[in-house]
């Protein structure tokens, strides 16, 4: 099986690369970072002619905080958008034969729902602090689906929360949301700051996925590519969270930061709760055994500690 990864130099694609090459895979890593603009067909058309791939695993993405993505939300929506249909286009061209396994983040669902169900993914509008990256999650459900009519293409579109663990950026603008806490509390440490904000009063609840989970997930789709309940997408669920004051316990007892935790309740929370229906993930992968957030939390606190300073 021929293997290329698209974004492996990002957050996600270097967990990907991780657990898919423990388990064996070869694959071949494509990103800006060896020549590959993925916004552009010619680059597209140019890696899939060079490596002839059955598996494209896209984690290619432009993304960042509510703030990032907000701030530069023209830029989200551009890139994301021509990243998705030039992919398409050019497996289009050369190889329909090929399957796309694709992440696709949760804030693409409705912005009133509380619980995520896959049969409710296009009942209402997006929230206005993700329009722009949301959008972009929303068209790539959308092009995978007109490829598969028209084309033929396969697609495993894998819905996810928001992820967490090693190889994230060091920039809390740019980090995913647990991920820029526990660097937050890291650099605090080394900066002597006697106080770390946090927004909000700490008591909403969001489900996470740790990054190595997602990877271990596409690998059980690689080595049943032919099962046809994967080409449906589907949310990587465990149906349950943790509030904010919760990941910030964990993350402490992890990083002794000792000076005081500051929750800004001038800030907003948002939504009280919002988890991820499992019915459809437990029927599908039915043995698949999550890393508690414990150890999580922990692999995550010693990623950012060892990457210091930042």
């Known amino acids: 099986m021929k293997i290329v990864l698209l974004g492996a130099n990002g957050f996600v694609g270097k967990n990907v690369a991780e657990v898919i090459e423990k388990n064996g895979y070869a ?25 002839n791939p059955d598996v494209i695993i896209n984690c290619a993405a432009h993304v960042g905080s509510l703030n990032y993505v907000t701030e530069f939300a023209a830029d989200v929506l551009s ?9 398409y286009d050019a497996v289009r061209q050369t190889k329909p034969a090929i399957t796309i396994i694709q992440p696709l983040a949760n804030c693409a669902y409705p912005a009133s729902a509380t619980v995520y169900k ?28 007109c490829f598969r009519l028209q084309y033929g ?8 929360p928001n992820m967490y663990g090693p190889h994230d950026s060091t920039d809390p603008n740019k980090a995913h949301a647990l991920n820029a806490l526990a660097s937050k509390f890291v650099k605090a440490i080394h900066d002597n700051q006697e106080q770390v904000e946090i927004w909000g009063t700490g008591v909403a609840i969001r489900e996470w996925l740790y990054a190595p989970d997602f990877a271990r997930v596409v690998l059980e789709v690689l080595k049943e590519l032919d099962d046809d309940t994967f080409y449906q997408p589907f949310n990587i669920a465990q149906e349950y969270g943790l509030s904010v004051k919760e990941l910030v316990d964990l993350i402490l007892k992890y990083v002794p930061y000792k000076g005081k935790v500051w929750y800004n309740d001038k800030k907003p929370d948002g939504a009280p709760r919002k988890v991820m229906e499992k019915t459809k993930f437990e029927e599908i992968l039915p043995r698949f055994k999550f890393t508690s957030f414990e150890e999580g939390i922990k692999a995550t606190a010693a990623y950012y500690q060892s990457v210091y300073p930042y």
Do not use: C
């Open 79 to 87: 890139d994301n958008s021509k990243m998705i249909l030039n992919l």
């Open 27 to 51: 694959i071949h890593k494509v990103s800006r970072q060896n020549g590959y603009d993925l916004r552009e067909l010619d680059a597209n058309l140019r890696f899939i002619k060079e490596y």
């Open 118 to 145: 896959e049969d409710e993914f296009w009942n209402g509008p997006l929230h206005s602090s993700v329009l722009s990256y949301g959008f972009t999650r929303r068209l790539m459900w959308t092009t995978a689906d």
């Open 153 to 160: 293409i396969k697609s495993v579109n894998l819905i996810t």
